[in-house]
């Protein structure tokens, strides 16, 4: 069985007797994917390899808070963090704290994104759309976005103001980082925001 063949089993749910023996591939792919089904999470939030360890807390985020201060895993954890929807409140806290007290953070422009986060979950709900929350400055706008479609997003102000119909053309697009971010990258370019390269 190829090692596509076994991450693909494991997405699935099969094979899963011989998730014993796929825990020591070589490969990291095939052990991030164990870790993303939620296995093994105590055996791989050790594993020599970031990615690996990142996917344990996407998968098994009490893991965040617990391994966030370890030399070996703080990284990780905020790299997972990254790509969580609805990160816990106490991780922000935990974030923000210590990025604030390592000067050689290479993390400190994180600081304003993960406040922003804090500062949504903290917030009166509202009825008003995304747009509209992120046209007001309104932290509400961020909630179920990945932190990584968050700083997109505020980078999208730095080039120029963005115009309310990409924006809403932008926010309908939040299911799936990797296209909201060729969004903002078009915006950044130039280009028409719904571009897509052939």
Same mark, same amino acid.
């Given at each position: 069985?190829?090692?596509?063949?076994?991450?693909?089993?494991?997405?699935?749910?099969?094979?899963? *007797?011989?998730?014993?023996?796929?825990?020591?591939?070589?490969?990291?792919?095939?052990?991030?994917?164990?870790? $993303?089904? &939620?296995?093994? @999470?105590?055996?791989?939030?050790?594993?020599?390899?970031?990615?690996?360890?990142?996917?344990?807390?996407?998968?098994?985020?009490?893991? $965040?808070?617990?391994?966030?201060?370890?030399?070996?895993?703080?990284?990780?954890?905020?790299? #997972?963090?990254?790509?969580?929807?609805? !990160?816990?409140?106490?991780?922000?806290?935990?974030?923000?704290?210590?990025?604030?007290?390592?000067?050689? *953070?290479? /993390?400190?422009?994180?600081?304003?994104?993960? /406040? %922003?986060?804090?500062?949504?979950?903290?917030?009166? @709900? *509202?009825?008003? *759309?995304?747009?509209? $929350?992120? %046209?007001? &400055?309104? !932290?509400?706008?961020?909630?179920?976005?990945?932190?990584?479609?968050?700083?997109? #997003?505020?980078?999208?102000?730095?080039? /120029?103001?963005?115009?309310?119909?990409?924006? #809403?053309? $932008?926010?309908?697009?939040?299911? &799936?980082?990797?296209?909201?971010?060729?969004?903002?990258?078009?915006?950044?370019?130039?280009?028409?925001?719904?571009?897509?390269? !052939?």
């Amino acid at each position: 069985m190829t090692d596509t063949e076994k991450i693909q089993a494991i997405q699935t749910g099969q094979q899963f *007797s011989k998730y014993d023996e796929w825990i020591h591939s070589k490969n990291p792919d095939v052990r991030a994917a164990l870790a $993303l089904a &939620g296995q093994f @999470p105590h055996i791989l939030i050790r594993d020599e390899n970031d990615k690996v360890r990142r996917c344990v807390a996407i998968a098994k985020q009490d893991y $965040l808070i617990h391994e966030f201060r370890d030399p070996q895993n703080g990284p990780s954890m905020i790299g #997972a963090m990254t790509h969580l929807r609805y !990160p816990p409140k106490e991780f922000l806290e935990e974030a923000i704290k210590a990025i604030e007290e390592n000067p050689e *953070s290479r /993390q400190k422009d994180l600081i304003p994104v993960f /406040q %922003l986060r804090l500062d949504a979950l903290n917030a009166e @709900p *509202s009825e008003e *759309s995304v747009v509209d $929350l992120f %046209l007001a &400055g309104n !932290p509400l706008w961020t909630r179920g976005l990945e932190t990584i479609e968050v700083c997109n #997003a505020l980078d999208l102000e730095k080039v /120029q103001p963005i115009r309310k119909d990409d924006l #809403a053309v $932008l926010f309908a697009n939040t299911d &799936g980082s990797a296209r909201f971010i060729e969004m903002c990258s078009n915006y950044r370019l130039g280009l028409d925001i719904e571009h897509k390269l !052939p």
